[in-house]
C-alpha cells in the first residue's frame, strides 16, 4: 500500500501544489510527530493513501482533473463497483464510521494533503487522524500528591482504605468539596500511572528495583576463572539431620563461575557458616584453579574473618580479590540467583517434604504433624503405627539429599545453557562444554595449587600472642620450643578445623615457624577440635533461644500486675469509691460461706 503510493508520488508532475512557506516542520519534528502515532492512527494513514492512490488512478488514466476523477470514484462507489480491496481502504480510512462510506468535501482534502507531502513520513503524519479527546496530565489532578502520602507507604494498604484516610485528611484541612475527587475517579487516575509510581514507597530496596531498567552485565567479555560468584541458600525442602535424624533445612553453598557458568564448588552444611564458604571454595580451587576475583553477598558466612582478614583470611592467602555486592541487591548476583530457582529449588519439589512458596499449606501441615508424631513416639520409645512408618519415609535422608544435590549440579553442568553462545552444531553450548571450548580458545592454564598447598591455605588462621613457648587457641594450649624466641611478639596460628592435636605456626610475614603440639590443657582432659566446639557453640545457642521462647510464654500466660500503693485505691473506679452496709450474721451451723444476705 506504501509502496504503491511511493511509487505514485515519484510519477507525478514536478508541477504539483507545494506547501505553502511557513508551514513545513522540520525534519526533527515531523520525526517526533511520526513517532507519537499509534497503531491505529498509522494504519488509518495508510488506508487514506490507499484511497487517495485511487483516485489519481482514474486522474492519470482518463488525463482528467482531480475533481473529475473524484465525481468518477464516488459514482463507482454508489453503484457498488468498486474493487474489494478499495472498498476495504475506504471502510478503514473512514475511522470512526467503519463504513465505506465517504463524500467529495472528505476526499479532496485527503488528496490535497496527500499532494503536498514531499515524502512517505510527511503523507503518513498529514492522514493520520487526529486526537479528537485531549489528554489530561497526570500533573493536573493536584490531590493526587496528597492522596500518594497516605497510598505509598510500607505497609500498602488496600486503595479504599487509603482513599478513606485521605477523605479524612482533607475534612481536617477544610479542602473545598469540589477539589475532592470520589474513588472511582482515583482509581481511573491511580490506573493510569506507570507501574513504578504506583509501588514508589509501597515497595522498597531490591522489591522496588525489580521493576526499574537495570544495566545488564557482559560475562561473555570475561575469561574463566576471571570470576567466580557465590552464594548460600537454605534448602527448601526437610531432610533427615545426620546426627538426630529429626527434619530440617540444610545450607548449600554454590560457587559459579561468571563466564561459563559452571559450577565451579559446593558444600552442605548445617547452616551458613564461613567453614561452608571455605569448603566450597576448596573443592573449586582443587579441581578448577584459582579464580581472580570471589563476588558474593555480604553475609555472615560470606564476609567472616575466615574469609576476608586481610592477613589470616583465605582470600587474602591464595591471591583472590573478594568483592561484595550492594545489601538488599540480588540482582546484581542474578546469575546465581537465577540458579537457585531453575536447579536446586526444583530440585526441592520433588521432595515431599517441599516447605516452601507454592506448597499446599494443608499437606505441608499435615506432613509437619505426622513427622513430629513419628519422632516423638520414637523419643517415647514407642511402637510406630503404620501411618506413622509411612510419613517417616517420607523424609529423605542424609545421604540421599547429598546425591541427589551432587546429580542436580552435574546435570546442570551438562546442560545446554540459553545465556551461553550457539556451538557450530546450532545449539547452545552445556557450561561444561563452553568451559573446555574457552580455556582452549583463550590459551588459559587454571593456576592450580598442590596437595601440600591445598592441605596448609585452606586451614584457617588466627592470630595469637606467645608467652614463653606457649600459645592459646580455643581453649587448647600449644607448646612448642621453636616459639622460645618470640615471646610476647603475635603470631599466625593455622589449625585443622577436625584435628586439634597441633597447628602450624607462622610469623606475621607467612614464614614458617613450627608446628607446635597440644599440651597442659588446663580447661580440657584432651584438646577439643575445632569443628566440635563450634558445633557445640551452635548448640548452646538453640538451647538459649528456646529457653528465650519458654520464658516469652510464661510471661503471656501470667502477665504482671501493678501493685496499688494503698490497698483502697483498688476500690477507687474513676474516682469513685465503693460503699456497702454489713452485718455480723449469727453461726448456722454449715460451712457455707456467702457474702450477702440475698445469697443465701
Not at 487517495?52 to 488525463?63: F, M, P, Q
Not at 502520602?149 to 482513599?163: D, E, M, R, T, V
Not at 545446554?416 to 545449539?427: A, I, S, T, V
Amino acid at each position: 500500500m506504501k509502496r504503491q503510493s511511493d511509487e505514485l508520488a515519484e510519477k507525478m508532475p514536478k508541477t504539483l501544489p507545494q506547501v505553502r512557506p511557513g508551514t513545513a516542520m522540520s525534519a526533527q519534528a515531523l520525526a517526533e510527530a511520526a513517532k507519537l502515532l499509534n497503531e491505529k492512527q498509522r494504519s488509518v494513514a495508510d488506508a487514506r493513501c490507499a484511497v487517495v492512490v485511487a483516485v489519481l488512478g482514474i486522474k492519470y488514466e482518463y488525463d482528467c482533473s482531480a475533481k473529475a476523477a473524484v465525481a468518477q470514484f464516488l459514482g463507482l462507489l454508489a453503484e457498488s463497483k468498486l474493487d474489494a480491496v478499495t472498498l476495504g481502504n475506504l471502510e478503514k480510512a473512514n475511522d470512526r464510521s467503519r463504513s465505506a462510506k465517504v463524500g467529495e468535501r472528505t476526499l479532496d482534502g485527503w488528496i490535497s494533503a496527500y499532494l503536498k507531502a514531499e515524502n512517505a513520513t510527511e503523507r503518513l503524519v498529514a492522514l493520520a487522524p487526529k486526537t479528537t479527546k485531549a489528554v489530561k496530565p497526570i500533573e493536573s489532578y493536584g490531590w493526587l500528591p496528597m492522596f500518594m502520602q497516605f497510598h505509598n507507604i510500607p505497609s500498602a494498604p488496600k486503595l479504599a482504605h487509603s482513599y478513606r484516610r485521605f477523605v479524612q485528611w482533607a475534612e481536617a484541612e477544610n479542602m473545598p468539596v469540589n477539589d475532592v475527587p470520589n474513588l472511582s475517579m482515583v482509581r481511573r487516575v491511580w490506573d493510569k500511572l506507570p507501574l513504578i509510581m504506583q509501588e514508589r514507597g509501597r515497595k522498597t530496596g531490591a522489591a522496588y528495583k525489580s521493576l526499574l531498567p537495570y544495566v545488564k552485565r557482559d560475562w561473555g567479555a570475561l575469561k574463566p576463572n576471571d570470576v567466580w560468584i557465590g552464594d548460600g541458600h537454605s534448602f527448601k525442602a526437610k531432610v533427615a539431620h545426620p546426627v538426630h535424624g529429626r527434619p530440617f533445612k540444610p545450607e548449600v553453598t554454590v560457587i559459579i563461575d561468571g563466564c561459563t557458568r559452571f559450577v565451579v564448588g559446593f558444600s552442605v552444611s548445617l547452616a551458613e557458616s564461613c567453614v561452608a564458604v571455605s569448603d566450597a571454595l576448596r573443592i573449586g580451587v582443587k579441581h578448577f584453579g584459582l579464580p581472580i576475583i570471589y563476588y558474593s553477598d555480604n553475609g555472615g558466612g560470606q564476609t567472616g574473618k575466615t574469609i576476608d582478614h586481610e592477613i589470616t583470611g583465605i582470600t587474602s592467602r591464595l591471591g583472590i580479590r573478594h568483592e561484595t555486592g550492594i545489601a538488599g541487591n540480588p540482582q546484581g548476583r542474578g546469575i546465581i540467583e537465577r540458579w537457585w530457582k531453575d536447579n536446586l529449588i526444583e530440585m526441592a519439589r520433588q521432595y515431599e517434604t517441599f516447605a516452601s512458596a507454592g506448597m499446599d499449606s494443608s499437606t505441608k501441615n499435615l506432613m509437619y504433624r505426622k513427622m513430629e508424631s513419628a519422632f516423638n513416639a520414637l523419643e517415647k520409645g514407642k511402637d510406630l503405627t503404620e501411618e506413622q512408618q509411612k510419613y517417616l519415609k517420607k523424609l529423605p535422608s542424609w545421604s540421599r539429599f547429598i546425591a541427589d544435590v551432587v546429580k542436580c549440579i552435574d546435570e546442570y553442568n551438562n546442560r545446554p545453557h540459553g545465556e551461553l553462545p550457539r556451538h557450530p552444531d546450532g545449539g547452545h553450548y552445556s557450561p561444561k562444554a563452553y568451559r573446555e571450548m574457552r580455556l582452549e580458545q583463550d590459551g588459559i592454564a587454571p593456576d592450580m595449587l598442590s596437595a601440600e598447598e591445598l592441605a596448609t591455605m585452606f586451614m584457617p588462621q588466627e592470630v595469637r600472642k606467645v608467652q614463653r613457648g606457649w600459645l592459646d587457641l580455643f581453649n587448647n594450649s600449644y607448646f612448642s620450643t621453636e616459639l622460645a624466641e618470640y615471646h610476647k611478639d603475635e603470631v599466625r596460628v593455622s589449625y585443622d578445623l577436625s584435628d586439634a592435636s597441633a597447628v602450624n605456626v607462622f610469623d606475621m610475614d607467612g614464614k614458617f615457624i613450627t608446628k607446635a603440639q597440644a599440651d597442659g590443657n588446663t580447661r580440657e582432659a584432651f584438646p577439643t577440635a575445632r569443628i566440635d566446639q563450634l558445633a557445640e557453640k551452635r548448640r548452646k545457642g538453640k538451647i538459649k533461644r528456646a529457653e528465650n521462647a519458654i520464658k516469652l510464654a510464661n510471661a503471656e500466660v501470667n502477665p504482671a500486675l501493678e501493685q496499688a500503693a494503698v490497698w483502697d485505691e483498688l476500690g477507687h473506679l474513676g474516682g469513685n469509691v465503693i460503699e456497702a452496709e454489713y452485718a455480723v450474721l449469727p453461726k448456722t451451723g454449715t460451712d457455707d460461706f456467702v457474702l450477702f444476705e440475698a445469697d443465701r
